[in-house]
């Protein structure tokens, strides 16, 4: 029930009964639970993303183990003990944030379950800069009298405004979406937003005139400063442009990544699947301890990503291929390119049967699976556990604090 944690005694209204559960509606806490907290943001009844702000970060933390927990238990038939790595710092932790403007050129996120902007003033997750950016852009707009995006309408200009910061220079490109192939007297945008703070690169114009919900259309102008912005992972560095998937979570991404590299106990005779690479960030650092390394993405940006970055980095033992997964990874095995370990980092949708079942016949003594979905997780392990491999080990982090997002990385070992 949204708005309740473990422990509060609450009223609350029945509206609807399945036979093995229920759903009912809060009319208000009685009791409240010790875990509960007052959330630190204004607006967290109305805002749909930190769907756990009102619990302490222990009983967070331990909400989020026992999710993993259960999805494996319920839909994967494995109980197994669930490691959980809790983040040192809960809030001002995202170096990624999209945040949709109204038509009434309100800045924010969208209200849970719906597409109504609820405006903020600034989002406690993300970068102390991102309220000054997202307030020149709107009094920008107001003043060129230029319209915001009507969803319903596919009228108005200003849709998005994305922004990402760089954990080693504290770098911000500012990605600004619209409906239309440019904005007038743009020159002088670029110079408001220059004049807020020497830490902003990039600034770039994404256009996307479809009749889409993706955040950003296909092509890119850069308005000023550079095409991408650079971070680093374990030791690599990395150009990531505005499409580019990169972990939100600095800190806890560097955690989890040591954790794969640990199960996948490499060395110089290993062969590396990297499937779902994006811009090549598992891959590089298995390259650095294995004998070769194939990465596998669909996206053909971070595939180009993940050259340019191979090579910027040195490495010449790992091969990119832009393909779907489950198209090219059986035919690398036909073609005898044969894994000793695979590595696996799927969107929240998981991997498929047929990519399973192509590394299922190549027989890897390993696999490692990254997940940002325990069901899917539970349901792609529950195939593998079915196919010759058992799950030896599980740990849990929290790359999300204050949402009701956990990441997993689990170990499969062939039986």
């Not at 509060?8 to 208000?28: M, P, W």
């Not at 259960?70 to 710092?89: M, P, S, Y």
């Not at 556990?385 to 170990?411: G, I, K, M």
């Amino acid at each position: 029930m949204n708005g309740t944690i473990k422990g509060d005694t609450v009223l609350a209204k029945v509206t609807k009964l399945n036979k093995s559960y229920g759903f009912a509606k809060l009319i208000k806490i009685l009791t409240p639970s010790p875990d509960r907290t007052n959330p630190i943001c204004p607006k967290f009844d109305e805002c749909g993303g930190c769907r756990i702000m009102h619990m302490t970060y222990k009983a967070q933390c331990e909400f989020k183990r026992q999710l993993v927990f259960d999805a494996l238990k319920r839909i994967g038939g494995i109980e197994t003990n669930i490691a959980f790595v809790g983040a040192k710092e809960p809030l001002r932790y995202r170096n990624k944030m999209v945040f949709p403007f109204s038509e009434k050129g309100e800045w924010g996120f969208y209200k849970g379950g719906s597409h109504e902007v609820v405006p903020l003033k600034d989002c406690p997750l993300g970068d102390i800069l991102n309220a000054k950016i997202l307030d020149t852009v709107q009094n920008f707009f107001k003043k060129e009298h230029l319209s915001c995006y009507n969803e319903k309408n596919h009228t108005g200009i200003l849709r998005r405004v994305f922004t990402r910061v760089s954990a080693d220079s504290g770098k911000v490109m500012v990605v600004i979406s619209v409906n239309a192939d440019n904005i007038k007297n743009s020159d002088k945008l670029i110079c408001k937003l220059q004049s807020l703070s020497p830490r902003i690169s990039s600034i770039i114009l994404n256009i996307n005139k479809k009749r889409t919900n993706l955040v950003l259309g296909d092509r890119n102008i850069t308005l000023w400063g550079e095409d991408t912005i650079s971070d680093s992972l374990l030791g690599f560095s990395y150009e990531i442009s505005p499409h580019s998937f990169f972990q939100i979570n600095h800190t806890q991404t560097e955690l989890l990544y040591n954790k794969a590299l640990e199960y996948a106990r490499l060395d110089k005779s290993k062969t590396v699947f990297d499937l779902y690479c994006g811009i090549g960030t598992i891959s590089l650092s298995a390259a650095r301890l294995a004998k070769s390394v194939v990465g596998v993405e669909i996206v053909p940006q971070a595939i180009e990503n993940a050259k340019e970055n191979a090579k910027k980095n040195g490495i010449d033992n790992a091969q990119f291929y832009c393909a779907a997964a489950e198209d090219i990874t059986p035919k690398l095995i036909e073609n005898g390119i044969k894994p000793d370990t695979v590595i696996l980092d799927p969107p929240r949708k998981g991997s498929d049967a047929k990519t399973l079942s192509a590394i299922v016949s190549a027989k890897p003594e390993r696999i490692v699976y990254v997940s940002c979905n325990p069901a899917t997780l539970a349901r792609d392990v529950k195939f593998l556990t079915e196919n010759s491999y058992s799950l030896r080990e599980a740990t849990a982090f929290d790359l999300f604090p204050q949402t009701s997002h956990v990441e997993c990385c689990v170990l499969l070992c062939r039986t």
